[in-house]
Every structure is written in structure tokens, then in C-alpha cells.
């Protein structure tokens, strides 16, 4: 079942749902979704120091980027990063959700999740974003930006 905006502010008055630094629900909330922004903090592949991706192997193949300030990040065509939700997301045991793109975001050709948009019960935490630039030309994306919907 998807819960309807209604039903996800009951849900959050009753702490089912927290949200940490707490939406505007004016602006975030929609009909079924709450939009959730950006975080700082990047994860670039060192594709120049990695010849591949060795699932059998235990290997660090990003570097951690933390931007400053209102400083964007470039997601250059074919890139593929990943990235946080500003938020702290925490779901009750008895709830479970999923991260959307936004469409405005879409249209710039940006995705947001390739496979990992299942938000597990009891989920708490940052969200991780794999994000992936599928179109022709470089999007900035800045840190408090709304870049996903919860669902």
C-alpha cells in the first residue's frame, strides 16, 4: 500500500516515519511522496586506477568527495556516482518504502537509482543514491537541492 500525503504526516506524527532535519511539508510533500535533497558528500570510481570491479574482491574503488558551502558537483555524460540524501531517514518496523527520482531532475537526464530503491523496515540512516548521467551534456547538482521523492 502507498500512503497518501495524509496518511505519511500521521505516520511522521506518530514516529513511524522521522525525518531528520524535518521536511517543509508545504514544499516536499506531494500527493503519495516526500521529496528529499541532496547531501555533501560524493563517491567517485578511481576508473583510472582500476582496470575493473572485482565483486570477489574486497577493494576501496571510490574516493570520498565532500563538497563546501553552496559548491555543486558536475555530472559529467556516462558518469555514474554516488551519492547521500541530506536527510537522515528512519521507517518503522512495519513500514518499508522506496526512493524516486524527481521527474524535473529526470529531464535533465539524471537518474537517481539504478537497482537499490527498496527502503527496508526498520531502515535508518542516510540514503545512498546511485546516480548516473544519461544524457548528452554535464548537470550541476548542489547539496540541499531536491533530488529524490520517498515513496
Request: glycine letters at 8%; hydrophobic letters at 35%; aromatic letters at 6%.
Amino acid at each position: 500500500m502507498i500512503l497518501s500525503d495524509k496518511e505519511i504526516k500521521k505516520y511522521f506524527k506518530e514516529g513511524k516515519i522521522t525525518i531528520k532535519p524535518t521536511p517543509d511539508f508545504k514544499s516536499q510533500l506531494s500527493g503519495a511522496s516526500l521529496d528529499l535533497k541532496l547531501g555533501k558528500e560524493f563517491r567517485l570510481f578511481n576508473h583510472s586506477q582500476n582496470i575493473v570491479i572485482d565483486p570477489r574482491k574486497k577493494a576501496e574503488y571510490t574516493k570520498l568527495i565532500k563538497l563546501e558551502n553552496n559548491e555543486p558537483f558536475v555530472v559529467h555524460p556516462g558518469e555514474f556516482v554516488l551519492g547521500i540524501t541530506l536527510e537522515n531517514v528512519s521507517i518503522d518496523n512495519s513500514l518499508c518504502s522506496r526512493i524516486d527520482g524527481k521527474s524535473s531532475i529526470g529531464r535533465m537526464g539524471i537518474v537517481v537509482h539504478s537497482t537499490a530503491g527498496h527502503v527496508n523496515p526498520g531502515w535508518k540512516g542516510k540514503l545512498t543514491l546511485e546516480i548516473s548521467n544519461i544524457g548528452r551534456m554535464p548537470v550541476l547538482l548542489y547539496p540541499g537541492m531536491r533530488i529524490c521523492q520517498l515513496v
